[in-house]
């Protein structure tokens, strides 16, 4: 099969691998019909995280199920599948407690030798648990792209949200503007938030943040960002912070105009932050978050992605196929896009 | 009036201070009754935190009123209340959420020019909405210490046991044998929890946490301390965890033992405290707590008190009187005691 591979910083290339097969009884093969470019796989694309040459990448996509093993009894061949970016068995204590990026026997997509989202095909362990069926048919372009930002980002956002309590009536502050920041206004205004303070200093993501829900854009950065949620809030700051960047700066940023008794829901991986434990301490700021268990999540906001009540997919704002996918890369690094889908078969 | 003043490092003595007078329409005036000696001041008198020469101490104490300003109006002189340590105006944003260690007009006992609760009596601002009037009459000597014991460590055990997210059926573990360590046993075994696995070497105190409710004692420390916890909910992990230190190694046991998922509640103030970003990121442990909204739990505990349901004042093993007040802090400071109480006057 053609699946996409890293080759060095830069560089990612379609090269050919092969076939997945049956490995387990409780394996699924799914061809890919759409996959996605995720912001952390920009990490390794630009040098900043190691990655080995010839390995391949993405981990978010959905398919067709084109065979399963012996004891796979909840799937068959043909169902149209979402794949969360993290396989898990279902059954261990975490899994049953909705941590399933815990599971003791999970794992993640192109690594440790799995196929990667970005290519033809995927090997599933432990299909029946990891991946979702997407009842119906016929749907429209745009709901195929909502249906696969399930996969990852709109999990995520929605993880940050959770993770910080948000609460109906909540003033809901938003660091962050990528794909899960945007997620996570969604989320917000899904989990009934009355204001949502989208930071966000691009036009065109402002107008995305808009569309799903946000009340109030905030351009600023750091202190002058800090002061403006604090005037937006009347000086008491957000019910509830959703962190969706994770770096030294947004971190401090999401703390500081969190209210007294506030949680941060944080969902971008730490990178050079400083936690401000003192000032936590005395303000009873918590944080909670981390990789998100997207599989929990997926067949609540799946139900409302089918009703229209929610389109996550409006994140996805570029597109290309398998041989465009240097360019999907491309696209986000220079923030051309916001998100890039690859169109990989017809589902 | 006599009050007890710090003097240097290892001494606390009492002196004459002015009696307390009503300054503004909404204060109180308190007859301090019984007082008590707080873990977090024999940071001082070890010199571990600096502290002026002459200024006043403590912050937990119950008295009766005395004299009130114009505007008081729901005490009256002869009320016998419950000052938690922290005063608070009830009328914020801050108090009106629960978060009264963050009320905008507020302040602690002993600090910035404030009377110290171990002395014969101090200036209570906002009143009305700082104090809880104890109902009823003729309660046992073990009821008043109870009684006391919600100015400050049941209430701050509590808030271990709420920001931790402790729920009926849960598995929790407890990080710190103290008064407050100890209170936050009984706060969980309260909220329902069906094992609670208490962190202590002392064999005193672990028969006080027995006695609250604990159902297994750990006496390991560091890492043995992990192993144990581990083997001991069946290599998941505590479904919440209450840290009750504030030292580096108790909350790094704290995050080890905690299940994917699950929240620390942390209460004991951060001293020297990495947090494990990386580790808490990707097995979802948060972490949330702070200076404990005493006043807020108040009402509630106390209704429990008065019912016989739990008697936190069981941690009050030694007691003196004023004249006896450096050897309340020395008892405690040798670990000869849990807490010491101050018997001031009669209530």
Same sequence: chains 1, 2.
């Avoid at 004891?71 to 068995?89: M, N, Y």
């Avoid at 709109?154 to 809901?172: E, Q």
């Avoid at 019910?239 to 947004?250: F, I, K, N, Y």
Wanted: with cysteine.
């Amino acid at each position: 099969m053609r699946a996409a591979v890293f080759v060095e910083p830069g560089k990612i290339e379609i090269t050919e691998r092969p076939d997945p097969q049956i490995a387990k009884p409780t394996d699924a093969i799914v061809r890919v019909a759409l996959a996605c470019v995720c912001g952390s796989d920009l990490w390794f694309y630009r040098g900043q995280t190691p990655y080995e040459a010839g390995r391949p990448v993405g981990h978010e996509f959905i398919g067709v199920v084109e065979d399963i093993g012996s004891e796979v009894s909840r799937l068959h061949k043909g169902d149209v599948v979402i794949a969360p970016f993290a396989f898990s068995d279902g059954t261990c204590p975490h899994c049953q407690a909705g941590i399933t990026t815990s599971c003791l026997h999970g794992g993640f997509w192109a690594s440790g030798g799995m196929d990667g989202g970005q290519g033809e095909a995927v090997r599933v362990p432990f299909a029946d648990a990891t991946l979702v069926r997407i009842p119906g048919s016929g749907h429209s372009e745009e709901m195929w792209h909502s249906l696969l930002a399930l996969s990852d980002v709109m999990g995520t956002g929605h993880h940050a949200a959770v993770s910080a309590g948000v609460k109906r009536g909540n003033a809901v502050a938003v660091v962050g503007d990528g794909a899960v920041g945007l997620s996570a206004v969604l989320a917000a205004a899904r989990l009934g938030a009355d204001r949502i303070i989208a930071l966000s200093r691009h036009e065109d993501r402002q107008q995305v943040a808009r569309a799903f829900g946000a009340t109030d854009i905030v351009a600023e950065r750091g202190e002058a960002a800090t002061e403006a949620v604090i005037d937006l809030t009347d000086d008491v700051g957000a019910d509830a912070v959703l962190e969706c960047v994770g770096t030294g700066q947004s971190m401090a940023t999401a703390f500081s105009i969190a209210r007294p008794g506030a949680m941060v829901g944080y969902v971008g991986v730490p990178h050079g932050v400083e936690v401000p434990l003192q000032s936590m301490f005395f303000r009873n700021v918590g944080m909670h978050g981390g990789s998100a268990p997207v599989r929990t999540y997926i067949p609540g906001l799946m139900e409302d992605v089918l009703a229209g009540r929610i389109d996550p997919g409006r994140v996805l704002d570029f597109e290309t196929d398998l041989d465009g996918i240097q360019e999907a890369y491309a696209a986000m690094d220079q923030r051309r896009a916001i998100k890039s889908l690859v169109r990989v078969s017809s589902i």
